[in-house]
């Protein structure tokens, strides 16, 4: 909706990340259909009829100054957004750590100060009321993804928030970490949008996901065919696949987390087989069948 307001409008500008103080100039129009995204329209540009109109259909927001920052979580900021010099760290290893709650009303004042216990030494940006970014280095780089699950956990019993984390990979140049910002950022949107149960997203957790909703219409239709409709017909069959994929194609790993026995397990991948002919021990085949099922667990349009 935003961008076919922003034809009206050609000076504005549209963002995906919160505006920050030096944005005053502009009035910011906030959509909150979805991902939350943000229209400016320069003060100048719009008379006050527009701008009324607008308040009735979105959000009107200001341009405040962001949340009380330490100096060296102000020099990331600039550096971040306004490109400004790189901060001391920089040239260590450095790992960017996005986080997003989906709860729709939560007070963020007490949950992010205990988010913000799990990581004391290292600068916290918080955007808004439900997203922000934990720059780690040293020590918490050994972070790994049942860490940042356990303390989603944590925060959910103690504030009923569901918290979710992108883990981005670790850098260490100027550039590539302010380029690596707002490309992982893009993904972790992406990636809640495609994979709405996770809680700990990473590239490669997102990234089949994202090329199997990208698939051209014609080899979905042949998913649809061969493999699609056999799984959505067989939960059990579909979880059993996915699962199994999903551990490395590992029999006995797979039959522990699907709480199964290794012959049962062994029966159902029989079964696949038997059903679509395709051979699930081979690299290809694999890497067609996850997507399948992927696509499967998705709502039938």
């Known amino acids: 909706m935003l961008k076919k307001l922003q034809s009206y409008f050609p000076t504005s500008i549209l ?9 005053d100039q502009y009035f910011w129009i906030k959509d909150t259909q979805g991902e939350p995204v943000w229209l400016g329209i320069p003060k100048n540009d719009i008379q006050d009829e527009q ?6 259909l979105f959000e009107v927001v200001d341009s405040k100054p962001s ?5 060296g979580e102000k ?3 600039q550096f971040l957004f306004h490109e400004g010099t790189p901060p001391t760290n920089i040239g260590k290893e450095i790992r960017l750590i996005h ?5 729709k009303k939560a007070d ?11 990581f004391l030494d290292s600068p916290f940006i918080q955007f808004d009321e439900k997203s922000g970014i934990i720059i780690l280095d040293q020590i918490d780089l050994g972070y790994g993804e049942d860490d940042f699950y356990s303390i989603s956990s944590t925060l959910e019993n103690d504030f009923f928030i569901r918290l979710e984390f992108y883990i981005g990979k670790k850098r260490n140049t100027a550039l590539e970490i302010r380029d690596a910002f707002f490309l992982e950022r893009e993904l972790f949107i992406e990636g809640l949008s495609l994979l709405p149960k996770e809680r700990i997203f990473t590239y490669e957790k997102i990234f089949p996901s994202l090329a199997a909703a990208s698939l051209p219409a014609i080899p979905i239709k042949l998913l649809e065919s061969d493999v699609i409709d056999i799984l959505r017909k067989d939960s059990e069959l579909l979880e059993s696949m996915k699962v199994f994929l999903e551990n490395n194609s590992n029999t006995s790993l797979a039959a522990k987390k699907l709480y199964i026995h290794r012959n049962t397990l062994q029966y159902r991948l029989e079964k696949f087989t038997e059903l679509t002919g ?7 085949s694999a890497i067609t069948i996850y997507l399948a099922c992927l696509l499967a667990e998705r709502p039938s349009s």
Request: charged share 15%.
């Open 15 to 23: 963002l995906n990340l919160p505006p920050q103080s030096s944005f």
């Open 67 to 71: 949340y009380q920052l330490t100096e």
């Open 51 to 56: 701008l009324e109109l607008l308040s009735t």
């Open 99 to 103: 986080f997003h709650i989906s709860t």
């Open 75 to 77: 020099q990331w900021q």
């Open 108 to 118: 963020s004042t007490e949950w992010v100060k205990a988010l913000r216990e799990f």
């Open 278 to 284: 395709m051979n699930i021990k081979t690299f290809n």
